[in-house]
């Protein structure tokens, strides 16, 4: 499995080191940038989680590919894990360039993609960064902690733990010290995403307590007033982590906004469904390099 270049801290918060992993192609010069962030309900994961398809990508398609880490919930808030978003894509337009050869890479052809939260955060980022990333890949991505899958208490995957509130106690704690990471299990704070579904409580764990906070948070929502670069979605129609219904409206309001969308909804599959060692996506990159 390809091993990053490089491990570059873009931001600093007191003693918090925020850092990014970029995977280089070779020979390169004046390369794409496809940034990508992990899931995990922003409650737990970490930049290591990167597909394999997008590790491979690197050399099969030539581009450059980061992988970030940022702040969790809920020691921090879904806004400012957001501002960790903004300052990465910032750090990765503005000073990049200066942590790699001459002319390796175009920091002005920028695609964002996440998975699940990451799909969150790439889905902000294509409403709220200006400029807007030239494309977005939204993989099973949440769209909005008020939607019926995140209201209502919902069963464990199949063959993830169901913590109890006790057992989590330690990280539902909002004052304890920041982490931008979490190992996978046995790391307690691995059961975090499983226990959230159980409890219907994302927005709270995201300091969202209302309808009026949670309002630049419902993605759909806000497509018509701030528009969305064009996207490609991914989402399987068996997802037990995310409901398909969280992609269903986000794409909905695009096409209702005469936005450019291509959708892949992939019947039978659940979450995950792009981490085998063998899968690959033609479309996918077809339509990253056609807009990128």
């Given at each position: 499995m390809a091993v990053p270049?490089?491990?570059i801290i873009y931001k600093k918060i007191g003693s918090v080191e925020i850092p990014l992993d970029l995977y280089l192609p070779r020979n390169v010069q004046k390369?794409?940038?496809?940034?990508?962030?992990?899931?995990?309900?922003?409650l737990l994961g970490r930049r290591d989680l990167?597909?394999?398809h997008m590790r491979n990508g690197v050399h099969a398609h030539g581009y450059a590919c980061i992988s970030a880490d940022y702040r969790l919930a809920p020691q921090v808030s879904v806004q400012e894990v957001f501002e960790d978003v903004q300052d990465c894509i910032k750090f990765i337009r503005t000073e990049l360039s200066s942590r790699v050869p001459e002319?390796?890479?175009?920091?002005?052809?920028?695609?964002?993609s996440g998975s699940s939260a990451g799909g969150f955060l790439t889905l902000l980022a294509g409403l709220y960064v200006e400029p807007k990333p030239q494309v977005i890949i939204p993989i099973y991505p949440i769209t909005d902690p008020l939607g019926v899958f995140f209201t209502n208490p919902q069963p464990a995957p199949p063959g993830r733990y169901a913590a109890s509130k006790?057992?989590?106690e330690e990280f539902l704690d909002?004052?304890?010290e920041p982490?931008?990471?979490?190992a996978k299990v046995p790391d307690p704070r691995a059961h975090m995403y499983v226990y959230m579904l159980r409890a219907a409580n994302l927005a709270e764990l995201w300091h969202i307590p209302d309808e009026e906070s949670a309002a630049p948070y419902r993605i759909s929502r806000r497509i018509q007033e701030h528009r969305l670069p064009p996207a490609y979605?991914?989402?399987?129609?068996?997802?037990?982590a995310v409901g398909v219904e969280q992609a269903d409206e986000v794409v909905g309001a695009m096409l209702g906004c005469g936005m450019t969308v291509e959708y892949e909804r992939p019947h039978g599959k659940d979450h995950f469904l792009d981490n085998g060692d063998d899968y690959e996506n033609p479309a996918m990159y077809a339509f990253i390099k056609k807009y990128l």
């Open positions: 270049d490089q491990t390369a794409p940038i496809l940034l990508w962030f992990h899931g995990g309900g922003l990167l597909a394999p002319g390796a890479l175009d920091v002005s052809r920028l695609a964002v006790e057992e989590m909002t004052t304890g982490v931008t990471s979490c979605v991914l989402h399987g129609d068996a997802d037990t």
